[in-house]
């Protein structure tokens, strides 16, 4: 392991292109490893450890990020949409924006919506509101939860909010669809 030097540092702060291959760096709060360029977020400084080499950081347990493709590999855009799915699946009740599924995904937000427009042809937000309201259909039909829970059970911020979007896909209301 590479000892994580103030220069180091500072390469992997400024995204710096010529310190590519000359180390990587992976984080121990996420098992990803990245070249020091990577535009993904930047991790906190005590959650870093260096490698000199590509095998040495797979050896230790990090996978390739799918941003800055250490490995040089091309990751499969469908493969990286399957995996945003199952954020989505996963993930539709808390509060999702492009930006923390983004962070979840490993990407950056604009190449992750682009990408994942390209794939399937919708938005990765229009995927994960269809999966909101699809659940929220489930909970009107088979719980007696009020609209406020199923709002809140299905990552709405509010009722009000939640009639609106319901509405807008359904042209009901939905205690009328109830
Ligand atoms: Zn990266």
Redesign the pocket.
């Known amino acids: 392991m590479l000892k994580l030097t103030d220069q180091r540092w500072q390469a992997i702060q400024s995204n710096d292109v010529t310190q590519d291959g000359q180390f990587y760096y992976g984080v121990t709060s996420t098992g990803?490893f990245?070249?020091p360029s990577?535009h993904?977020r930047l991790p906190k400084r005590d959650h870093l450890r260096l490698f000199s080499t590509v095998s040495a950081a797979m050896q230790a347990g990090f996978r390739p990020?799918k941003?800055?493709r250490?490995t040089g590999e091309l990751v499969s855009t469908d493969e990286w949409v399957h995996e945003i799915n199952q954020i989505i699946a996963t993930h539709y009740q808390a509060p999702l924006d492009l930006t923390r599924l983004a962070q979840l995904a490993?990407g950056a937000p604009y190449y992750l919506h682009h990408v994942y427009q390209q794939v399937t042809g919708q938005t990765p937000m229009a995927h994960l509101k269809q999966v909101r309201l699809a659940q929220a259909k489930k909970l009107l039909q088979t719980t007696h939860l009020s609209i406020g829970d199923i709002a809140t059970a299905c990552g709405f911020q509010s009722a009000a909010y939640f009639s609106t979007v319901f509405k807008q896909a359904f042209q009901q209301r939905p205690s009328a669809f109830r």
Request: hydrophobic share 10%; glycine share 0%; net charge positive.
């Open positions: 990803i990245c070249r990577c993904s990020c941003r800055c250490p490993h």
